[in-house]
């Protein structure tokens, strides 16, 4: 089952990276996409007692299949409360191997201001989709949401002995918030 949902999100984002382009890239095409470039770096928002921090980098990826690369935003998070660490993957920036990053291939929508990506919770050990929309009129501030858009899947997975399908819908991680970039 997981496999067959990795496989859905990998061809979704394949399928979003291709509508961007004007014609199919060829083997050993490397696809570069300078709108990521403004989503790079360190970003952090503060809700009361709790900052989020996230570090974005652009990796080249590649399209195993077809042969051809890309350039895709991938990214490490870290929660605090009260100023002690609640969950971070920041020792492991720059780490490109898939255990060491907290949010994986994202790319560009349409609009160049809009990344949306897998986003892994470490404390709760699930993952779901999530947005980061940079503002059009100021490139330093953004929206980060998450969403519990697997759900009904993950529920109808885990059902008890009384019939009823259960999952955690909580996350250590804010689900939305306005963030700035710091660095």
Request: hydrophobic share 40%; glycine share 8%.
């Amino acid at each position: 089952m997981r496999k067959c949902i990795t496989t859905i999100v990998l061809s979704i984002i394949t399928i979003s990276v291709f509508a961007q382009w004007e014609t199919y890239p060829k083997a050993g095409d490397y696809i570069q996409d300078p709108a990521l470039n403004k989503f790079v770096g360190k970003w952090q928002g503060v809700r009361n007692d709790t900052t989020f921090t996230v570090i974005f980098k652009i990796r080249k990826k590649i399209a195993a299949k077809a042969g051809y690369h890309y350039d895709a935003i991938i990214g490490w998070h870290e929660v605090k409360v009260n100023g002690i660490i609640i969950e971070s993957s920041l020792n492991r920036v720059g780490d490109l191997s898939l255990g060491s990053r907290t949010c994986g291939v994202g790319i560009c929508s349409k609009d160049d201001f809009t990344t949306n990506f897998r986003f892994k919770d470490i404390t709760r050990n699930k993952s779901d989709q999530a947005s980061f929309i940079i503002d059009s009129s100021n490139v330093n501030k953004a929206a980060w949401f998450i969403r519990n858009t697997d759900t009904i899947s993950k529920a109808m997975a885990n059902i008890g002995p009384d019939g009823i399908g259960r999952y955690d819908t909580s996350w250590t991680v804010p689900t939305d918030l306005i963030m700035y970039k710091i660095e």
